[in-house]
């Protein structure tokens, strides 16, 4: 049971390029969701879904784009990457409200 | 706005000794969780506590939650080395949404 999993682990980006940050998990959860970790900051949610086909904006969704085709799979896309998105990022997935939530190990990711 | 905060920032202490972490949050909660995050890691579910209850115990964790002052405490009991991580709090308010707060750095030193 690999709960959830995070690619790349690791990513550098020039300002401008694009990329999508993979999340997959295999516990048959229902809600899916993406943070940002910033020293200081703490987890500040990007999007979530709750569902395969559903998904909406978290705190700080500027940026970022979802989709949620298949329960096991979330992927993030970052449109045109500023330095200002240079941050780990976490991929978390639980049974439902208020549920208990299952983070990946995240990506962390630079953007020169 | 962050809801969950927590206090103090960073903690250092001396392995055997107890560590207590504080949560205060701003509006009503369904139940409140807590969270350890290793270096380099994800974050990992320890414990959650809904409203109803006052305490709750799981190994050497023991969190309390006062509604009534909007905060809970974890306290961890005989600390060792492996216990050194952040530890967040986060809110569950009745949606699919935990908001989390900023964490408390523990150091057990050996």
Redesign the interface.
């Known amino acids: 049971n690999a709960g959830?999993t995070q690619t790349p682990k690791f990513q550098v980006l020039k300002t401008g390029q694009s990329m999508t940050l993979q999340c997959a998990q295999d516990m048959n959860h229902e809600?899916m969701?993406w943070?940002r970790q910033d020293p200081?900051?703490?987890?500040?949610?990007i999007h979530?879904s709750?569902g395969a086909g559903i998904t909406d904006q978290?705190e700080v969704p500027n940026g970022y784009n979802v989709s949620r085709s298949t329960t096991e799979d979330f992927p993030l896309r970052l449109l045109s990457a500023a330095p200002s998105q240079t941050s780990v990022y976490?991929c978390?997935s639980?049974r439902?409200?208020?549920q208990?939530?299952?983070?990946?190990?995240?990506t962390r990711l630079s953007i020169l | 706005s962050q809801q969950g905060e927590e206090d103090p920032q960073a903690l250092s202490i001396q392995e055997g000794e107890n560590a207590t972490m504080n949560c205060s949050y701003k509006t009503s909660i369904n139940n409140l969780q807590w969270y350890r995050q290793n270096s380099g890691r994800g974050l990992v579910h320890l414990i959650l506590i809904r409203s109803n209850e006052r305490e709750k115990h799981s190994g050497r964790l023991r969190v309390t939650l006062d509604t009534s002052k909007k905060s809970s405490s974890l306290l961890i009991t005989a600390s060792r080395a492996a216990d050194t991580a952040s530890y967040f709090c986060a809110k569950g308010a009745g949606s699919y949404q935990l908001t989390f707060g900023k964490g408390t750095k523990l150091s057990v030193i050996p």
């Open positions: 959830v809600y969701s943070y200081g900051m703490g987890l500040r949610l979530y709750v978290g976490f978390a639980s439902g409200r208020d208990p939530q299952h983070f990946g190990d995240g």
